[in-house]
């Protein structure tokens, strides 16, 4: 096995449960390479059937090929994220786009934000109700407006006002999500497991640009007009050339108030902590409030790393070595990567 091979299979397996932060780990060059994450939670194996496990792999992969095919042709960082959030908020499994969780009204309110690490723009959307694919409307506000971030009727607004593809509502709605939001309203509790599946991507071009995205429903039965962390820049979304790129997810609330994505970017930049050193620290402060979650995070070398504090995550990269994905955490078991 590689070198580079054996530090990815490290990177894949790494989990951060508690304040011990593993060895930084050794570099993995790579001319380029994508990092996704489909959202972290209480995924655990006996909750997943094998076809079920195999669908959300799949998943993950046509992900991250889309995003490749853009890299691997000298693409930019930033088409590569859009790419590679695209097909997973069209995918239902996902908690982003069509899949997204309901609110306590029964709803949908969608967010979304992109960055690219080249010149630190960046655009976001906050509680969009009838735009499809929300991560092209966080790229229309960063290119095509003199804002960084819409909300509300006025976000849905200007995505139809862009030529962006609207839908009804219910577009969002699957069974899955219904069963689980009644389930929470029945029990008027926070259902970690339901949460998990936002989505989020970031990358490394061949010209060392970095850029980060995340798209996400939100938390089941959210409270209407709650906004996450999702489409806050520094809280979930980070990108900055030079230094790395970042995406979240987990209970947004606690992210916010770490400003999570930010927080890595700057513990690498001013302390030169390793991406899994930064992480690690900035992820056990959201444990310390009492929050839970991931991050994925890849630096100006390429080098990458996944952090969670919760059971599981849904995530993968690919690079020119190939494409790894991963659901469950070392609790389960520290080698499933599906190749
Ligand atoms: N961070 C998202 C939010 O709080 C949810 C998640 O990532 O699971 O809206």
Not at 17 to 28: D, I
Not at 34 to 55: K, N, P, T
Not at 229 to 258: K, M, W
Request: proline content about 3%; some cysteine.
């Amino acid at each position: 096995m590689s070198q580079i091979m054996r530090a990815v299979m490290c990177c894949l397996a790494i989990v951060a449960c508690s304040s011990s932060v593993p060895p930084a780990e050794p570099p993995a060059r790579s001319d380029w390479r994508l990092v996704i994450h489909g959202g972290a939670g209480v995924i655990l194996r006996a909750d997943l059937s094998a076809e079920e496990e195999v669908q959300y792999h799949a998943a993950l992969r046509r992900a991250l090929q889309a995003g490749g095919d853009i890299l691997a042709s000298g693409g930019s960082a930033l088409d590569a994220v859009q790419a590679a959030v695209l097909p997973m908020e069209d995918d239902p499994r996902f908690n982003a786009g069509h899949g997204a969780v309901f609110t306590a009204d029964l709803g949908h309110e969608l967010d979304a934000s992109i960055m690219d690490g080249r010149g630190r723009d960046a655009g976001a959307v906050a509680g969009l109700t009838r735009v499809r694919n929300p991560i092209l409307a966080a790229r229309a506000v960063m290119e095509q407006s003199e804002h960084v971030m819409f909300a509300g009727s006025g976000a849905d607004r200007f995505a139809e006002s862009v030529g962006l593809d609207m839908v009804d509502n219910d577009y969002f709605s699957t069974d899955r999500r219904r069963a689980s939001v009644q389930g929470v309203l029945d029990r008027r509790e926070r259902s970690s497991a339901e949460k998990a599946g936002t989505v989020g991507a970031v990358a490394i071009d061949r010209d060392g640009n970095l850029a980060a995205a995340t798209s996400t429903g939100g938390m089941t039965a959210k409270a209407a007009g709650r906004i996450g962390d999702a489409p806050l820049i520094g809280a979930a979304t980070y990108a900055q050339n030079g230094i790395c790129a970042v995406s979240s997810t987990g209970h947004g609330e606690y992210f916010i108030r770490v400003g999570v994505a930010r927080a890595i970017c700057a513990r690498r930049e001013l302390k030169g902590e390793s991406l899994q050193v930064a992480a690690t620290r900035v992820l056990d402060d959201v444990a310390d409030l009492g929050g839970d979650g991931g991050v994925i995070a890849i630096d100006e070398t390429g080098r990458y790393a996944f952090v969670f504090n919760s059971p599981g995550m849904y995530r993968g990269k690919i690079d020119q070595d190939g494409v790894e994905t991963a659901i469950f955490g070392p609790n389960n078991s520290a080698t499933e990567i599906a190749q």
